[in-house]
């Protein structure tokens, strides 16, 4: 089964930016459908963004929707998320996903593998 690891967390300045990357530890990942999560403290976790495996689809939150970019390369079995114009509201810790099927959605059931989570911090 695929195994998933983030990197690229940390702590930025409220406007900064911040790349996340997702490396996959199997082939599969290239037939899944990818997703990033979030939570913050007190809150249920939230879909932030998912790809199809092609790539070609691509759905944010509103609250994210022109900041953030999810991307993938999936000769690397890497997905990406970049983060721009971040705020102090989108501190969270944030989790990769792989989802059931080739085209994603919205719904974390629907997802069948997850990472271990990495925090994001956004001081105002």
């Known amino acids: 089964q695929v195994q998933l690891v983030e990197s690229g967390g940390g702590l930025v300045q409220s406007g900064g930016s911040l790349r996340l990357s997702c490396a996959a530890s199997r082939r599969t990942f290239s037939m899944s459908a990818m997703g990033w999560f979030r939570q913050a403290p007190g809150k249920e976790r939230e879909c932030v963004a998912h790809?199809?495996?092609?790539?070609?689809?691509?759905r944010y939150a509103e609250s994210v929707k022109g900041r953030f970019t999810i991307s993938r390369d999936n000769d690397r079995n890497t997905v990406y998320l970049q983060m721009n114009t971040l705020r102090p509201e989108d501190t969270a810790v944030y989790y990769c996903?792989?989802?059931?099927?080739?085209?994603?959605?919205?719904?974390?059931?629907?997802?069948?593998?997850w990472g271990q989570g990495i925090q994001v911090t956004v001081s105002s």
């Open positions: 790809i199809s495996w092609t790539g070609g689809t691509t």
């Open positions: 996903a792989k989802h059931r099927s080739s085209i994603g959605t919205m719904q974390a059931n629907d997802y069948d593998s």
